[in-house]
């Protein structure tokens, strides 16, 4: 089991960059893969960026490439930052893991953290 816990997030202006952290917690934290998804208002969750479990393998959607880069700051933390954030960034993001994450199937997720960028 593993416990998620996002922060970071709030009301940006674009332009602005934004560091998201996703703390993990619970017997079998650290031992998986995370991602972040994200979704934002009237549509739905989609995959944003992932890492591996030993923070040396990344992928992103093609979406936020360049933009986005995630990162392992210890073996429970994963880190997202996002430059140069536009309005349609917002949303709130989640993390999440488990041992399917890299197929699209996390099984355990965070509550999220809201990001509002404004313009």
């Known amino acids: 089991q593993v416990q998620l816990v996002e922060s970071g997030g709030g009301l940006v202006q674009a332009g602005d960059s934004l560091d998201l952290s996703c703390v993990s917690s619970?017997?079998?934290?650290?031992?998986?893969?995370v991602a972040w998804f994200r979704q934002a208002p009237g549509k739905e969750r989609e995959f944003v960026a992932l890492?591996?479990?030993?923070?040396?393998?990344t992928n992103y959607a093609d979406s936020v490439a360049g933009r986005f880069t995630i990162s392992k700051v210890n073996a429970n933390t994963v880190n997202l930052r996002i430059n140069t954030l536009k309005p349609e960034d917002t949303a709130i993001y989640y993390c999440?893991?488990?041992?399917?994450?890299?197929?699209?199937?996390?099984?355990?997720w965070g509550p999220g953290t809201q990001v509002i960028v404004s313009s």
């Open positions: 999440a893991s488990g041992p399917a994450v890299a197929g699209g199937r996390p099984d355990f």
């Open positions: 619970g017997p079998t934290s650290g031992l998986y893969p």
């Open positions: 890492i591996g479990t030993y923070g040396t393998k």
